[in-house]
């Protein structure tokens, strides 16, 4: 029989206790350290083994999570908090029909439980799923009405529906009861069509002024300040707050500047050499990959190619990062020194490997739109394992695309974006790579300017399907009214209305952008007359 707490030796029981302790106030190295010590004290405790899964969890180990969950559920088969912990390890481990399988059986289990339904939303967004996201977070409200992390969640998916109106009044509504709430302010900033008010700078200000906000807590209020100030027209302190709150998150994040700058080079450099391909040369023809920086116009172009009777969106999901990470792991090596040693069947293994695990996204539609943060710089992958893809790269006015960046708060993947000066040595790559892409795979890489579209959208959007091999669609024209889910929050508004010409921002920043623009010119590119 499994230990319990109950009957833990005295040692075992006081580290069980601590371990715990120091799980819960944050501390997941010290509650690993001191709750593998119970463990060894206590082999078959349950409980050790679950709080060694949060542990693990909190630690960023997935794979370790999964593990340690699914010890104790052999244990406990109809413990609802453990299918929850092992469906989330597993979806986050790309295991993510497995996980979704064990969060709804946490449902099952506990039809009570709010944190059981919000974690299948939280699951099942990415999916796309948008209505059974949003009868999942309705089903945790009404459980407890005061889960304010499912309102937010809430109202994010009825912004990615196309309801910005119901998200913005839901967010509006919780931010009566809770003005400080900083997630809420979040959403709603990132409803770029939703406007803030005088009152809405003043709420801030003195959601600001309490000084026991968290350093990250105080960050995304300051971008959401920045943001409400830019709507009164004070661009001068806007960029003040911008300068301050991107200053200080860039203390908190680890990113290696010059090592992703010499990643970038040897992925040119290995690419400039013949590399075997797919012997297949017809595979990929349903996969449309969109390679561009953030904030640059690629959920724009998605939703563009979306509306066509024959294309399915994706969103960021993403496959392609996975099937290249996993392929590097079993070599023991690194991406992309492995690329001259991979033969034709590798390629063929991986490019079927990555159709496989994309192919719910082609079950409606025969074909599909990919469009991932990292896709720019895995599109060599991408055209080798897959033939017949092709490459839409979205390039904006670098300023722009720059100052976008800085602008948005981004959780993950967007490290290099908190440094006006780093951004600046990212678009560069960005800029580089992907011209090489062009010039190497002409046929299959497709150049598209935003500023092109925005003004010439009829010309541009028929050169763009033609590229695709795809019929002209009227709806593509009329993409704002196309019935999907957008999963990118900060764009999920603006996709619902026509093309407009006036989202150049630089200008109104004046001098400030000086140095941004004098490091883009020096490294020959061409930027907007400001």
């Given at each position: 029989?499994?230990?319990?707490?109950?009957?833990?030796?005295?040692?075992?029981?006081?580290?069980?206790?601590?371990?715990?302790?120091?799980?819960?106030?944050?501390?997941?190295?010290?509650?690993?350290?001191?709750?593998?010590?119970?463990?060894?004290?206590?082999?078959?405790?349950?409980?050790?083994?679950?709080?060694?899964?949060?542990?693990?969890?909190?630690?960023?180990?997935?794979?370790?999570?999964?593990?340690?969950?699914?010890?104790?559920?052999?244990?406990?088969?109809?413990?609802?908090?453990?299918?929850?912990?092992?469906?989330?390890?597993?979806?986050?481990?790309?295991?993510?029909?497995?996980?979704?399988?064990?969060?709804?059986?946490?449902?099952?289990?506990?039809?009570?439980?709010?944190?059981?339904?919000?974690?299948?939303?939280?699951?099942?967004?990415?999916?796309?799923?948008?209505?059974?996201?949003?009868?999942?977070?309705?089903?945790?409200?009404?459980?407890?009405?005061?889960?304010?992390?499912?309102?937010?969640?809430?109202?994010?998916?009825?912004?990615?529906?196309?309801?910005?109106?119901?998200?913005?009044?839901?967010?509006?509504?919780?931010?009566?009861?809770?003005?400080?709430?900083?997630?809420?302010?979040?959403?709603?900033?990132?409803?770029?069509?939703?406007?803030?008010?005088?009152?809405?700078?003043?709420?801030?200000?003195?959601?600001?002024?309490?000084?026991?906000?968290?350093?990250?807590?105080?960050?995304?209020?300051?971008?959401?300040?920045?943001?409400?100030?830019?709507?009164?027209?004070?661009?001068?302190?806007?960029?003040?707050?911008?300068?301050?709150?991107?200053?200080?998150?860039?203390?908190?994040?680890?990113?290696?500047?010059?090592?992703?700058?010499?990643?970038?080079?040897t992925i040119r450099r290995v690419f400039a050499e013949p590399v075997a391909c797919t012997p297949d040369t017809e595979l990929g023809r349903d996969v449309i990959f969109i390679a561009s920086l953030p904030r640059s116009g690629s959920t724009l172009v998605e939703q563009i190619l979306a509306s066509h009777a024959e294309v399915e969106g994706a969103n960021e999901i993403k496959d392609i990062g996975q099937v290249i990470e996993s392929e590097t792991r079993r070599r023991a090596s690194t991406f992309p020194f492995w690329v001259p040693d991979a033969t034709t069947q590798d390629w063929q293994r991986l490019g079927e490997e990555y159709l496989a695990?994309?192919?719910?996204?082609?079950?409606?539609?025969?074909?599909?739109?990919?469009?991932?943060?990292?896709?720019?710089?895995?599109?060599?992958?991408?055209?080798?394992?897959?033939?017949?893809?092709?490459?839409?790269?979205?390039?904006?006015?670098?300023?722009?695309?720059?100052?976008?960046?800085?602008?948005?708060?981004?959780?993950?993947?967007?490290?290099?974006?908190?440094?006006?000066?780093?951004?600046?040595?990212?678009?560069?790559?960005?800029?580089?790579?992907?011209?090489?892409?062009?010039?190497?795979?002409?046929?299959?890489?497709?150049?598209?300017?935003?500023?092109?579209?925005?003004?010439?959208?009829?010309?541009?959007?028929?050169?763009?399907?033609?590229?695709?091999?795809?019929?002209?669609?009227?709806?593509?024209?009329?993409?704002?009214?196309?019935?999907?889910?957008?999963?990118?929050?900060?764009?999920?508004?603006?996709?619902?209305?026509?093309?407009?010409?006036?989202?150049?921002?630089?200008?109104?920043?004046?001098?400030?952008?000086?140095?941004?623009?004098?490091?883009?010119?020096?490294?020959?590119?061409?930027?907007?007359?400001?």
């Amino acid at each position: 029989m499994a230990a319990t707490p109950e009957s833990l030796s005295p040692m075992a029981a006081r580290l069980l206790k601590r371990g715990r302790k120091e799980s819960q106030s944050g501390d997941a190295a010290a509650a690993m350290r001191t709750l593998t010590s119970a463990l060894a004290l206590a082999q078959d405790s349950v409980e050790i083994t679950r709080w060694m899964g949060i542990a693990a969890q909190n630690l960023g180990d997935h794979v370790g999570a999964a593990d340690c969950f699914q010890r104790a559920l052999d244990a406990l088969p109809d413990d609802a908090d453990l299918h929850i912990g092992l469906g989330v390890a597993l979806y986050r481990t790309g295991r993510i029909d497995d996980g979704l399988a064990h969060l709804q059986r946490a449902c099952e289990l506990a039809p009570d439980s709010a944190s059981a339904w919000y974690n299948l939303a939280e699951g099942l967004w990415p999916q796309g799923q948008a209505n059974a996201v949003i009868e999942a977070l309705q089903r945790t409200l009404s459980i407890d009405p005061t889960y304010a992390r499912a309102e937010v969640g809430l109202a994010r998916a009825q912004a990615g529906v196309g309801r910005v109106n119901v998200a913005v009044a839901d967010l509006r509504e919780l931010l009566s009861r809770q003005p400080d709430y900083m997630e809420a302010w979040l959403a709603l900033a990132d409803l770029k069509t939703a406007a803030f008010e005088k009152q809405d700078v003043e709420s801030l200000e003195r959601a600001l002024g309490n000084r026991s906000l968290s350093p990250g807590v105080r960050i995304r209020l300051e971008f959401v300040l920045a943001r409400a100030l830019e709507d009164q027209g004070d661009y001068a302190r806007a960029f003040e707050l911008l300068k301050r709150a991107n200053t200080s998150q860039r203390r908190r994040m680890k990113w290696d500047a010059v090592g992703e700058h010499e990643r970038v080079e040897t992925i040119r450099r290995v690419f400039a050499e013949p590399v075997a391909c797919t012997p297949d040369t017809e595979l990929g023809r349903d996969v449309i990959f969109i390679a561009s920086l953030p904030r640059s116009g690629s959920t724009l172009v998605e939703q563009i190619l979306a509306s066509h009777a024959e294309v399915e969106g994706a969103n960021e999901i993403k496959d392609i990062g996975q099937v290249i990470e996993s392929e590097t792991r079993r070599r023991a090596s690194t991406f992309p020194f492995w690329v001259p040693d991979a033969t034709t069947q590798d390629w063929q293994r991986l490019g079927e490997e990555y159709l496989a695990r994309t192919a719910r996204w082609r079950e409606r539609k025969p074909r599909m739109v990919d469009k991932n943060l990292l896709n720019w710089v895995l599109a060599g992958a991408a055209l080798t394992m897959l033939p017949s893809a092709r490459v839409v790269v979205v390039h904006r006015d670098p300023v722009e695309a720059c100052l976008g960046c800085y602008r948005q708060w981004f959780d993950q993947g967007a490290e290099f974006s908190f440094d006006l000066d780093e951004m600046a040595d990212f678009c560069i790559d960005f800029w580089r790579l992907t011209q090489f892409w062009l010039k190497n795979f002409p046929d299959r890489v497709f150049n598209l300017e935003y500023e092109t579209l925005v003004t010439e959208p009829e010309p541009t959007i028929r050169r763009l399907l033609d590229f695709c091999g795809l019929p002209f669609d009227p709806a593509c024209l009329e993409f704002h009214r196309t019935e999907r889910t957008v999963l990118s929050t900060p764009s999920a508004a603006q996709v619902r209305q026509p093309l407009r010409r006036d989202t150049a921002r630089a200008s109104r920043y004046g001098h400030a952008l000086d140095g941004l623009r004098e490091r883009l010119r020096a490294a020959g590119l061409t930027i907007a007359e400001s």
